[in-house]
Structures are given as C-alpha cells and as structure tokens.
C-alpha cells in the first residue's frame, strides 16, 4: 500500500470517527424534507460558537463554488452572511436570521448549492445543548427545506449536511 492509500485510509477512519451519532431524513415529501444531526462533543458553548463562525476551517472544500473552503466567511449577526468569495464576484449560500449565544443555537436562512436553483426555502438550525451531569455538549442540526421538487433531493443534500456536520463534530473534539 502506497502513501496515497495510507492517507485514504487514514481519511476515511478520521471521517468515520466524525460521524454522527445521529443523521437522519425526518421527513420528506415532493416539496420538502427535514434533516437531523446528533453528536455529543467536548467543547465549551463559546467555542462551538467560535467554530460555527469559521467554516473555513471545517466545511469541505469538495462543496464549494470556488474548490476552496478558506473561501467561505460567516458573519455571526442578524442579517450577516454566509458568503464565498469567488474570483471577481462572490455567493450569498445563507443569512444569519437567529444568533443567541445564550441559548447555545444559531439560526441561518440557507438554500445551499443546487436549493437556490430551484428556489427552495431553507433554514439550518444548529444547537449546543449542554449535556447534564457532563462537561460535554450535544450539538445538533436541522435543515428544513421546502420547494418544488426538493424532496427529490433529500438524499445527495443529506449526505453533504451529513459530512459538514462530522467535519465540525471533529473540529469540536469527541466526549473524552
């Protein structure tokens, strides 16, 4: 086994070790699907919130406009945006609509990728809620997505969700 599969190898554990505990389709339609992610982490709330404000440093670059994720900024206010720069111009992917440190959750109105195409409504909802008795915090996700045809959708939207939730999973540091 060569250099290149001991990475490959190497990736595919780490990924694995990020997964969630929990991904899953809530529910679908022909006009609309809800995702949910679950994973305990070892992190402050200030630090989940530190993270979730730099997806440069855990949102893949395989699933950016412009191949690179150091491209992508969030704003962490109402109104700011989730944006990539590209070369002479740049993407709105979503806006900051809830930022609310002290109830450990952020709320993003964000049609990512192939959902603005079609015009569908969606809002990313991510939550740190302490986990009782433990120094540890249960972060989750939901993505609510509704337009024509979205449904259809669910799956190739879930798998991506799936990966940037374990990559940020990952940054945070599993419960020790």
Not at 28 to 37: G, I, K, M
Not at 112 to 121: E, K, N, R, T
Not at 136 to 161: D, I, K, N, Q, Y
């Amino acid at each position: 086994m060569g250099i290149r599969g001991i990475a490959a190898g190497l990736a595919t554990v780490l990924l694995s070790a990020a997964a969630p505990a929990s991904a899953e389709i809530v529910s679908r339609s022909e006009t609309a699907f809800t995702l949910s992610f679950e994973r305990t982490v070892a992190a402050s709330p200030e630090a989940v919130l530190e993270a979730v404000g730099h997806p440069e440093r855990w949102w893949s670059s395989d699933h950016t406009y412009s191949g690179d994720a150091a491209n992508i900024r969030v704003d962490l206010r109402p109104g700011g945006c989730w944006c990539e720069a590209l070369p002479g111009g740049g993407v709105k992917h979503g806006e900051a609509i809830m930022i609310w440190p002290d109830r450990n959750m952020v709320r993003f109105d964000a049609p990512f990728g192939p959902l603005q195409g079609i015009g569908a409504d969606a809002v990313l909802t991510m939550s740190w809620a302490p986990v009782e008795g433990q120094a540890t915090r249960r972060l989750r996700w939901t993505f609510v997505v509704s337009g024509t045809g979205s449904g259809a959708m669910a799956e190739p939207v879930h798998a991506v969700m799936e990966e940037q939730f374990g990559r940020l999973a990952a940054v945070l540091g599993p419960p020790e």
